[in-house]
């Protein structure tokens, strides 16, 4: 991998050898920081209620390539937006409609004496 400017990187197709250029998203870090904030959950939101989490991911293990992951437990990925712009940059959102919350386990036996 060769940077040739901090928004994009250059990759190697090794199936045809041919070189192209990749978009780098939001930094991991950047991301990190801003999923706390409620209007990213509203905007990624939209009108869902049900039981949600969002966080933040890795696009193809690249720390410069960040991404919004959306577990819903109700819902299809065609609810929610593809991607939603923050501070000026297209931040894909990845939405997993197969997670359930989780759920309060009864309390251990030892634990109640």
Known sequence: MILTDLRFYRDLDFETGVEY???LGMDIGQLVKLVAKPEIHREVLGHYQGPYSLGVT???DNDKAGA??????N???SDFPSQIKIQGEEVPVLVDVNWAAPQPQPAMAAAKS
């Not at 919004?68 to 437990?73: D, I, N």
């Open 68 to 73: 919004l992951r959306l577990r819903v437990e």
């Open 58 to 60: 890795r696009l193809d």
């Open 21 to 23: 250029e990749v978009e």
């Open 75 to 77: 819902g299809k990925p």
